[in-house]
């Protein structure tokens, strides 16, 4: 079991040459850029690939693999390591990887051009993880003018915090970016403030800027969700549960020995040690099912990404968040 590294551009070149594939369906073997389905290891276990980003709230995946955990389950997981963002879930629609780890608002809209995505359940939550990062001199919101953003949940995030403030959205420019990039901008004084999880906080608040709230402050809560494509789902539903499993268990040590869990990611994805653990407590790891409240949520974050025009309707909630999946193939 390993880490790889992909970047956009890879995911839609690969996602391209597997759609030229077939117009029917995309199977292993057609091109050497298509992984949808997965393969099978030299100790003949199955390939998962599963796409996530680099940040504390993976700990579970980072510490499975540095324990060997997925491969006593029987399966071979490699992690496939994306600048976060929709780029998880972008992975498995375009078939380079066969499971994604997304926020809620992150999959949603997603969903709407791939209606095969499919929800399996809750790996983990906050509503502290996320923070917001004012440049230094920005005393109130108020004095916000330009602010940047990654798509999904940090939008979603920015507009509550603005309308929470008594701000109209429209009159602060938001820009989007990605993580990486985004405390650059503000040590550049080319924004005043973002919102986004760690190392990016506090990168931002050590170049500039200062923490100045968490999401929780302004009524605002994501989950992580473990999605996959029905396409592969289908043929794969026991993996999937041996692999839900695994983060399940993978959540109650990171809960129990945070220590283990950031000495694990620093091994994986070389994430500051001692920052990890310090974090790690501000997410709730614990695994479950998806239930009537994230369906309801999902509806609210629906609306909202329809009142922004960023979707043109909204994802088939009753097919695409699999309520019962979790508690019939994983628990």
């Known amino acids: 079991m390993h880490t790889e590294k992909i970047g956009r551009r890879a995911i839609i070149r690969r996602g391209a040459a597997a759609a030229g594939c077939t117009a029917l369906v995309l199977v292993a073997g057609c091109t050497s850029?298509?992984?949808?389905?997965?393969?099978?290891?030299?100790?003949g276990k199955p390939t998962v690939r599963v796409a996530l980003g680099v940040d504390a709230s993976y700990a579970p995946f980072y510490l499975a693999v540095e324990r060997g955990m997925f491969a006593k389950a029987g399966v071979n997981v490699v992690l496939v390591k994306t600048e976060g963002g929709p780029a998880a879930s972008q992975a498995v629609t375009a078939g380079t990887a066969q499971i994604a780890a997304n926020a809620d608002s992150t999959a949603l809209p997603l969903m709407v051009n791939d209606p095969g995505l499919r929800a399996?359940?809750?790996?983990?939550?906050?509503?502290?993880y996320l923070k917001v990062v004012l440049r230094d001199g920005i005393r109130s919101p108020k004095q916000l003018k330009t602010m940047a953003s990654i798509g999904g949940l940090g939008l979603y995030a920015t507009h509550e915090y603005l309308r929470h403030n008594g701000i109209d959205p429209k009159s602060v420019k938001i820009l989007q970016s990605s993580p990486p990039e985004i405390p650059g901008m503000l040590e550049?004084?080319?924004?005043?403030?973002?919102?986004?999880?760690?190392?990016?906080?506090?990168?931002?608040?050590?170049?500039?800027?200062?923490?100045?709230?968490?999401?929780?402050?302004?009524?605002?809560k994501y989950a992580q969700?473990?999605?996959?494509?029905?396409?592969?789902?289908?043929?794969?539903?026991?993996v999937a549960g041996k692999i839900l499993k695994v983060v399940a268990a993978a959540d109650k040590l990171v809960t129990d020995?945070?220590?283990?869990?950031?000495?694990?990611?620093?091994q994986q994805v070389k994430l500051p040690e001692e920052q990890t653990?310090?974090?790690?407590?501000?997410?709730?790891?614990?695994?479950?099912?998806?239930?009537?409240?994230d369906v309801a949520e999902s509806k609210k974050i629906v609306d909202f990404l329809l009142g922004q025009k960023?979707?043109?309707?909204?994802?088939?909630?009753?097919t695409t968040l699999l309520k019962g999946w979790y508690e019939q193939h994983a628990k």
């Open 33 to 43: 850029g298509s992984t949808d389905s997965a393969g099978v290891s030299s100790a």
């Open 310 to 318: 960023l979707i043109k309707k909204s994802p088939d909630l009753r």
């Open 277 to 293: 653990k310090k974090v790690l407590p501000e997410i709730t790891f614990a695994t479950r099912g998806i239930n009537d409240a």
């Open 120 to 128: 399996l359940g809750v790996f983990q939550s906050s509503d502290r």
């Open 225 to 238: 969700w473990l999605l996959a494509e029905q396409r592969w789902l289908k043929d794969n539903e026991e």
């Open 188 to 220: 550049q004084g080319s924004i005043d403030g973002y919102i986004l999880f760690e190392p990016w906080a506090a990168r931002g608040a050590a170049a500039g800027g200062h923490i100045a709230g968490r999401i929780g402050d302004f009524g605002v």
């Open 257 to 266: 020995d945070p220590a283990a869990a950031a000495k694990a990611s620093k």
